[in-house]
T-cell receptor, first 117, second 115 residues
């Protein structure tokens, strides 16, 4: 079974608009972390935002926010005021059992975001 | 800002040859990882390494793969006898410790092409 599901292979948005990238996850652990990474066409993996399973507030980092709905096991990324430079692949990822050191970060298949002017 | 360094950025090899991909993690990090990404696809976990031993590995990480930290700075991934399907981008990553907001810092990757 997929641990991380990103159902949107591609998303299109106009500059200055907001966009939501979907992510659902599957875990039986009570303690876990959720991450979003951005991969531009140059290929590097850039960390965007983190949400811990016990965090009561939704995480925010500048124009990025994470809409965390624990009961639904969803962790959607919201990008406000899209910019052309936001065009990239976006990966949702999860780490289970934060108590265990070195636990692998498992990625979803990614969503390609295209921002147009 | 400190970064994870990977060399080479591109590696071309013949099928059946051995390759070694090199990484220099961030100096005060304790946990090291290798991931791979076949073109346009998901980023797949290969192996994690802590305290000079493998702490976790995926089913992809079979006997053809090995990892080593030969000195205090380098972390290497060896593929003993490359196959065509090993062609991918290989990412090294490191993380500092057991903090609850422990993110992985990724290198810029090595693009491996097996001919």
């Amino acid at each position: 079974a997929q641990k991380i599901t990103q159902t949107q292979p591609g998303m299109f948005v106009q500059e200055k608009e907001a966009v939501t990238l979907d992510c659902t996850y599957d875990t039986s652990d009570q303690s876990y972390g959720l991450f979003w990474y951005k991969q531009p066409s140059s290929g590097e993996m850039i960390f965007l935002i983190y949400q811990g399973s016990y965090d009561e507030q939704n995480a925010t980092e500048g124009r990025y926010s994470l809409n965390f709905q624990k009961a639904r096991k969803s962790a959607n990324l919201v990008i406000s005021a899209s910019q052309l430079g936001d065009s990239a692949m976006y990966f949702c990822a999860m780490r289970e059992s934060l108590r265990k050191a070195g636990t692998a970060l498992i990625f979803g298949k990614g969503t390609t975001l295209s921002v147009s002017s | 800002e400190p970064e994870v360094t990977q060399t080479p950025s591109h590696q071309v090899t013949q099928m059946g040859q051995e390759v070694i991909l090199r990484c220099v993690p961030i100096s005060n990090h304790l946990y090291f990882y290798w991931y791979r990404q076949i073109l346009g696809q998901k980023v797949e976990f290969l192996v994690s390494f802590y305290n000079n031993e493998i702490s976790e590995k995926s089913e992809i990480f079979d006997d053809q793969f090995s990892v080593e930290r030969p000195d205090g700075s380098n972390f290497t991934l060896k593929i003993r006898s490359t196959k065509l399907e090993d062609s991918a981008m290989y990412f090294c990553a490191s993380s500092p410790g057991q903090g609850s907001n422990e993110k992985l810092f990724f290198g810029s990757g090595t693009q491996l092409s097996v001919l």
